[in-house]
């Protein structure tokens, strides 16, 4: 057991990387400069998920300048919460950072964030507290995302937080034992617990390039992550069911009163068709709703690795010596 106050840890950080051949070095470069001095034990991990640009040919070349460098190819691109998963199981140091491969984490927090762990946090992770640089509707959704998903949850996904940030062994270990193939590495960090310190950040400015996140992967990591994590779908159409059998009754009991008190008699054929192609609708989203739920469990029982390793390159944390004793020599 590490004494945290005085100890040394060896540090382990994770980059996902896809098609960022271009800011790449950069950031690389950076963080190797921010680590050196907060650790003698590190490795840099840089997951190559699947790009079609030079990015895994850069690191095999800066391998050479840094000895700390390591390399795991994917077979293919898998998305960046199997690629942060991989990486997180490539890890052996005391602690795990993850950060992202566009040099937008300012490294400058690191060191506040190990000086979180040795005040007893197990996590320290980075709150994004500005969104300038995104649309309004952009910022809204993110703020409904986040009302949903923690809507009745037994868990509280902090909104703003990423996955840039610090964590200790025995977190790593809990993200580890998770076997869920669709995966939402927000909701697992604030599913596996341990007390965690939030810490505020600006994102820098792109190094080069573009964002290869845009709005499809957004949608689709947040459609993930909310049936992954909330039932609340399951519960808005239980509501909307609720409310129309309600619309229903009364709409039934108006019309009894409009018969049996003025005597209208109503036609009601207008009335059938559009109440039938409404309810038919709402059948047919429920089914939908509940498709995506269904799909999400076949998935699960498919039991496919997460993600494929196509090579490894680089040593990273070797062990540390043996104790070497200067006793004398028995025969």
Known sequence: MLQRSTATPSISCVIPAFNEAASLAATLDTMLRTLRPLSRRIELIVVDDGSKDATAQLVEQLRGEYPELVLLRLSRNFGKEAALTAGMEAASGDLVLFADADGQHPPDLVAPMLQGWRDGADVVYAVRRVRDDQSRLHRRMIKTFYRLINWGSAIDIPAGAGDFRLMDRKVVEALKA????????????????????????EPLPRAQGRTHFGLR??????????LAFSTAPLRALSVMGFVLALVALGYGAWVIFEHFYWGIEV??????????????GV??????????????IYDEVKRRPIYLVSERKGVGLAPEPAPHSSGPETR
Do not use: C, H
């Not at 207008?270 to 038919?280: C, E, R």
């Open 178 to 201: 998770l076997p869920e193939r669709n995966r939402f590495m927000k909701g697992f960090y604030a599913w596996v617990g341990f007390q965690s310190l939030a810490l505020d950040y």
């Open 217 to 226: 992967s957004a949608l689709r990591l947040a459609m993930t992550g909310m």
């Open 267 to 280: 036609p009601g054929f207008a009335t059938i068709v559009v109440a039938m192609m409404f309810l038919s």
């Open 283 to 296: 059948q047919l989203l429920s089914m939908g709703v509940l498709a995506e739920y269904v799909g999400r």
